[in-house]
């Protein structure tokens, strides 16, 4: 091709095109690659990468073990890869069962990182030759009441995964889980894994019960790219999937983006692009359409990896710059009956990013017109969206693999590890932190705790939600939130009508 933009792996089934991106030779040229490229150098190495938590930032360990900056964290890598397989292959083959035998389920409770990357390995590439796997990650007792329902529960492998092992989502979800498994008279114990760091609260529980095994978790290995570590290699093991082909194309395609020279760099070229079309400050969205039902999960996943890292106040330096890069996304062709007459025609805020599989992923695949089969019409609904796209003046990438399975997943995941990583170098922040998600777990708790004052409160003297605000020093319109949601679970009641703009609805509450 004549593009500078456009860049193929000489012998590996990996191809990125950004020559629809608008991109300047010269301007790529003069974005700060000097400091990147030793950025990631010197994070590899085992520098300091989070000075907020005094922590190094090693995912690529995961995968090269050799390159750990201590023959420590090389062993301990080592240690957790070959103790999952031995778990696995036992519970795969009956050895390692509950009390009513082969375990044929496995349950995933999880949140974020600690589940998006599993259920994105497990959806992609999962064939039946394993345990099937089912996901835990939120708090809704509807939903999980829904995955409950569907368990059989005597043969259902748990997995609870939390660094801390004081994560409020996973806690939750394990507690329901214990119970449901109590009242089937299932013992807990024997049915449930940890996955989590040394210490924790977690594991200090599962060790004290004599949980089934117990999996590490490090601190310098953050939840949004652990899905190489235990975290993902677990469930898809336990799933049948094949991990070493996995951990190949993610090493195989760390060494691709470790290459110097930007414009050979897959993981440098689209941190550039990145950059020169979002004026470095994130001015376009980015609109991931993978054109394979396999990858659906690959935006959501993408969302986190790419959002909770990018998306930050400060800078290195402390001064505020509200850095960010917004992502969403579903898959083709179904995009083309959902959100592409916007992209086409509406703003011009995004760069779209399609992601290409050349093999059908069947055998014999049937022919549904003259010459072309199923997968002729998914590449021509591709292609033709790129260059509708195109003639408007709009801006795309396509990043084409060969087929998906997990040589293909991994080095997808490491590719968009890295260009996250060399983009943070480039707007010169740390994207291995999270004020933002901790903020928000901080402001939870404390909001729970006035769910509880408002109970007791109600009980000592009912009133409207103004009131009980004022006698608590809380903000009005949050007591109400908590007061409609207590009464919908008929743990107060609520008498009278009115609205008073200011505070919302004069009921008086009451026990």
Not at 299 to 317: A, H, K, N, T
Not at 454 to 471: C, H, I, K, S
Request: proline share 5%; glycine share 12%.
């Amino acid at each position: 091709m004549t593009s500078p933009f456009f860049l193929t792996h000489p012998v590996l089934p990996w191809t990125l095109d950004l020559s629809a991106m608008g991109l300047d030779e010269a301007a790529f040229a003069s974005l700060p690659w000097d400091r990147a490229l030793a950025g990631m150098t010197a994070l590899e190495a085992g520098a300091i990468a989070n000075p907020d938590e005094e922590r190094q930032v090693g995912h690529y360990w995961l995968r090269a073990p050799e390159l750990a900056p201590t023959l420590g964290q090389a062993q301990q890598i080592g240690d957790m890869v070959e103790a999952v397989r031995d778990f696995a292959f036992a519970v795969r083959n009956g050895v390692r069962g509950g009390p009513a035998g082969a375990f044929t389920d496995v349950l995933h409770v999880g949140i974020g990182g600690s589940a998006l990357g599993p259920a994105l390995l497990l959806d992609a590439l999962s064939a039946g030759d394993g345990l099937r796997v089912h996901f835990l990650d939120n708090t809704d007792p509807d939903g999980i009441a829904r995955v409950l329902r569907g368990l059989p529960l005597p043969t259902t492998l748990v997995l609870v995964v939390s660094k801390s092992g004081g994560t409020p989502e996973t806690r939750t979800g394990m507690l329901l889980v214990r119970e449901a498994l109590e009242e089937a008279q299932l013992s807990p114990r024997r049915h449930m894994v940890a996955i989590t760091g040394e210490g924790s609260k977690l594991d200090a529980l599962a060790a004290e019960e004599g949980w089934l095994a117990r999996f590490p978790m490090w601190d310098w290995v953050g939840g949004r790219t652990s899905v190489t570590a235990a975290v993902g290699l677990l469930p898809a093991e336990l799933a049948g999937i094949d991990t070493h082909a996995l951990l190949s194309g993610a090493a195989d395609m760390d060494g691709w983006t470790r290459v110097q020279d930007p414009l050979l760099n897959p993981a440098a070229l689209l941190a550039g692009a990145w950059h020169l079309v979002g004026g470095g400050v994130g001015d376009r969205n980015m609109v991931v359409v993978p054109y394979s039902d396999r990858l659906l999960l690959l935006s959501r996943y993408l969302q986190q990896l790419v959002m909770e890292s990018l998306g930050q106040r400060l800078d290195r330096q402390g001064r505020e710059v509200h850095q960010g890069l917004s992502v969403f996304g579903n898959k083709g062709s179904t995009d083309q009956h959902a959100f592409i007459q916007q992209l086409r025609d509406g703003r011009d805020d995004f760069f779209l990013l399609f992601l290409q599989v050349l093999e059908d992923g069947v055998g014999r695949s049937t022919e549904v017109g003259e010459g072309v089969n199923a997968g002729d019409f998914l590449q021509g609904f591709l292609l033709g969206t790129r260059r509708a796209l195109r003639e408007e003046g709009r801006l795309s990438a396509t990043l084409t693999v060969r087929r998906v399975d997990a040589y293909a997943l991994g080095g997808l995941i490491a590719l968009f590890e890295r260009a996250v990583g060399l983009y943070a170098e480039l707007i010169d922040i740390n994207a291995y932190h999270q004020p933002g998600v901790e903020a928000g777990k901080k402001a939870a708790a404390v909001l729970l705790s006035l769910s509880r004052s408002l109970r007791e409160e109600v009980a000592r003297a009912p009133g409207t939600a103004a009131q009980l605000a004022e006698r608590l020093g809380a903000e009005p319109l949050e007591c109400w939130y908590i007061l409609e949601r207590l009464a919908a679970t008929h743990r107060v009641g609520r008498t009278g009508d009115g609205l008073d703009t200011r505070y919302g609805p004069l009921s008086r509450w009451e026990i």
